[in-house]
């Protein structure tokens, strides 16, 4: 079975972009399925790009997790920002259709 990582970004918009133009940039964590931490990157940075996100950095560390952990890990790492993120079957679905799962934007301007 593929495992699932846990990789952040600095992100900057370009042209077309789902970041409103106000911002300069933002950091947010993507989850995405692999082999390794690789090809989950790979994926991520293929996703970013298509949303209109200018990767800047990868930044570290890169973290890997267990699929059945995403209700845990979101109550421990983004329980402000919970009713922005899918629940665990709606994640699970995701990751099972080979997408790309943003974590909360940390924008700046």
Sequence with gaps: MEKIFIVPFHITRMESSIMPPSLAGAYVSCYASGRDYAEATEKCLKKLVADGLNPLEVLQPIHE??????????????????????????FEEAIKSDAVVYGPFGSYT
């Design 65 to 90: 997790m267990k699929l059945e952990d995403w209700a845990r890990h979101v109550s421990e790492v983004w329980r402000d920002q919970a009713d922005s993120l899918p629940d665990q079957a709606a």
